[in-house]
């Protein structure tokens, strides 16, 4: 059996080796390609005892439905567009690029697309195909969906015109557990966005269109989105690089591992709010999210929390750098120790908790009931207060609740304005006079 074990090949042997392979997959999935074509063609699935090309490709080629489904896809557009093999043999187009534009390709459009999509990912690829073949715009909607949520789905693709091949479609539709969040761009600046909410952000939606009744009066869903995350993206900023109109004046020291706010904000602002880190063939990488503060010279070396000596990293390269400076063995160890270090902090907090929950089970029997009594009584008495009565009289009034420490509020108050209620004056019963 062929050893699959690569831990002898030297970094740049290994990505040489890669290149050469995915190089090599490349050309073979042209020539695959160019077999499914030909075979669907020919319709040499039947004589094999297949109904369609899609069930040749599960049953007999043991390809999983999703890949037998692009590949269709792709063979029976490059069929079509010759230009499509040779794109996909250079690596200008992959798979998922073929899939995506194939529906929009066209005798007098063809090549156009093609060259526009050469070397873009499948995000961008969408972008192009919306600027070129613009979408309207969903209708706003706001309803419930089943377990499975089919209506949303079937909604969005609807207007996605994301569509399987037709062999594909005829295939019996998966079990759907849960609704995906969607982003699709429909035209030159307009994205459908599709998510399934809880209750409570369904009912936090709706009060928010209810108190923006005046300056949003059509309770727009999308304008309402954009200013609730205009307000987020403008609290995570203040919070994780010190983001504001003006800055105090700095104070500390510019020693040590402490970012000032203003130093975080300058590094931030300077470096664009993405990874600093560039390759060997001048690559700026492209993370902006999950960032992190690098020192240029590290602290342990005595390096200075300064803006000078700081830049943008995402978690990947920071963890490179390190160990560029410290070595790969020496970072490891750290790793495990922090990872040690956590797992004790937990342990501790967990025992810490328990014995807390012992001690409270612990407590005498009656001095737990008077402290629920006594807490009972906190709530009842200010509301006499502000009825009128005074301190004293609430106090004693409340001496009545007693019996009942875990009663609804409402009743309690009852019971205690039964006490201080003056006592009825028994009048004299009338005395019958007969009429003279």
Not at 40 to 56: F, G, N
Not at 305 to 312: E, W
Not at 325 to 332: I, Q, S, V
């Amino acid at each position: 059996m062929k050893a699959y074990s690569l831990a002898h090949l030297a970094d740049h042997v290994l990505l040489r080796d890669l290149a050469a392979l995915v190089s090599r997959d490349r050309i073979t999935t042209c020539e695959m390609l160019a077999h499914i074509a030909e075979v669907d063609e020919r319709k040499l699935y039947r004589p094999a005892a297949y109904p369609s090309m899609h069930a040749y490709c599960v049953g007999e080629l043991r390809m999983s439905e999703d890949a037998a489904s692009k590949r269709i896809h792709a063979a029976r557009a490059a069929r079509q567009f010759p230009a499509i093999f040779a794109a996909l043999a250079d690596g200008r187009l992959h798979l998922s690029a073929v899939v995506l534009l194939a529906p929009r390709l066209e005798p007098d459009n063809a090549d156009k697309l093609l060259a526009a999509a050469a070397h873009k990912t499948s995000e961008e690829i969408r972008l192009l195909i919306a600027n070129h073949f613009p979408q309207p715009d969903l209708v706003t909607m706001v309803q419930a969906v089943d377990a499975a949520g089919q209506h949303a789905l079937e909604h969005v693709a609807a207007h996605t015109g994301e569509h399987a091949p037709e062999h594909v479609a005829a295939l019996a539709t998966p079990e759907v557990h849960a609704p995906r969040a969607k982003l699709a761009p429909l035209s030159p600046g307009r994205f459908a966005i599709q998510f399934t909410a809880d209750q409570e952000t369904y009912e936090q939606l709706r009060h928010a269109q209810a108190l923006l009744g005046h300056s949003e009066p059509t309770g727009d869903v999308a304008r309402i989105f954009k200013r609730a995350l205009d307000a987020l993206v403008d609290k995570l900023e203040r919070r994780k690089f010190a983001k504001c109109v003006w800055s105090r004046p700095q104070r500390g020291s510019t020693n040590g591992r402490y970012v000032p706010a203003a130093v975080r904000r300058a590094v931030w602002q300077r470096d664009g709010g993405q990874c600093t880190f560039v390759s060997d063939k001048g690559r700026r990488c492209a993370a902006d999210s999950a960032l992190e503060l690098d020192h240029i010279d590290p602290v342990a070396r005595g390096g200075e929390t300064t803006a000078g000596n700081l830049r943008l990293r995402c978690r990947a390269h920071n963890q490179y750098a390190a160990e560029c400076t410290f070595g790969k063995e020496f970072m490891r160890g750290k790793r495990v120790q922090a990872r040690h270090r956590a797992a004790q902090a937990k342990a501790r907090a967990k025992d810490q908790a328990q014995a807390q929950s012992q001690a409270l089970v612990q407590v005498e029997a009656p001095q737990s009931e008077v402290a629920v009594k006594a807490a009972s009584h906190l709530d009842v008495i200010p509301w006499l207060c502000r009825l009128g009565f005074s301190a004293k009289e609430a106090k004693n009034a409340v001496a009545l609740c007693a019996q009942i420490p875990e009663g609804p509020l409402e009743e309690r108050v009852r019971v205690a304005l039964r006490g201080l209620a003056p006592p009825c004056v028994r009048r004299p019963a009338p005395v019958a006079t007969s009429p003279s």
